[in-house]
């Protein structure tokens, strides 16, 4: 059974043209992340919720955003993809506290033409 | 930022031998974990190992932990073609945020 669901699981855009990437869960956790990994590289933490509460890392481009919506959903949007946005997008979740196990989804990847 | 340094990168191997790769860290942690990430998906957790225990066992991982030299070991016993994966070490600061290693690409030929 599915618990972190990303969809689509292949996005192909335009330079510039916005882009929306979707995760759900079905675990309840109170913590939602956004990873962006490339190529042969470690996941690398963009933001996330605690609850409704947004937490950005310092070095995410303010080209990344995020909403939400609820418990269960979480978007990223990318206002504006060059071609050095093109990676793979990671969606984790967890249960707040040190020490807990990160669930991922299998990942959206992102092509940019 | 990325905290753990994975080596090797790149481990081949032949099926049912051993697999061993290392995590290094830069400052003090709670827990260090394990994911393993197959080809094109996300990640998977393997086992977690607190500050203070050494060693600890799950099926065929054994993983080790040295606080003092902030490094870890993870090893595959018996190694599977299914095994054939990225392994990453992640370690939490202070909160329940974690930073990954650049991981070791392991390909066990049949």
């Known amino acids: ?113 | 930022s990325q905290q753990g340094e994975e080596d090797p990168q790149a481990l081949s191997i032949q099926e049912g031998e051993n697999a061993t790769m290392n995590c290094s860290y830069k400052t003090s942690i709670n827990n260090l974990q394990w994911y393993r990430q197959n080809s094109g998906r996300g990640l998977v957790h393997l086992i977690l190992i607190r500050s203070n225990e050494r060693e600890k066992h799950s099926g065929r991982l054994r993983v080790t932990l040295d606080t003092s030299k902030k490094s870890s070991s993870l090893l595959i016993t018996a190694s599977r073609a299914a095994d054939t994966a990225s392994y990453f070490c992640a370690t939490d600061e202070d909160d329940y945020k974690l930073s990954f290693g650049a991981g070791t690409t392991v390909t066990v030929r049949a």
């Open chain 1, 1 to 113: 059974d599915a618990m972190v669901i990303q969809n689509p699981r292949y996005q192909v855009t335009q330079f510039g043209k916005p882009v929306t990437l979707s995760c759900s869960q079905t675990l309840n956790h109170n913590v939602m992340y956004w990873y962006q990994q490339k190529s042969s590289q470690a996941p690398k933490l963009l933001f996330h919720y605690y609850d409704k509460d947004f937490n950005n890392e310092a070095d995410t481009p303010d080209n990344f955003q995020s909403r939400r919506p609820n418990t269960s959903f979480c978007f990223l949007d990318i206002r504006s993809p060059g071609l050095g946005d093109a990676a793979m997008y990671l969606c984790a979740t967890s249960r707040v506290g040190v020490g807990e196990t990160q669930y991922f989804g299998p990942g959206t990847r992102l092509l940019v033409l």
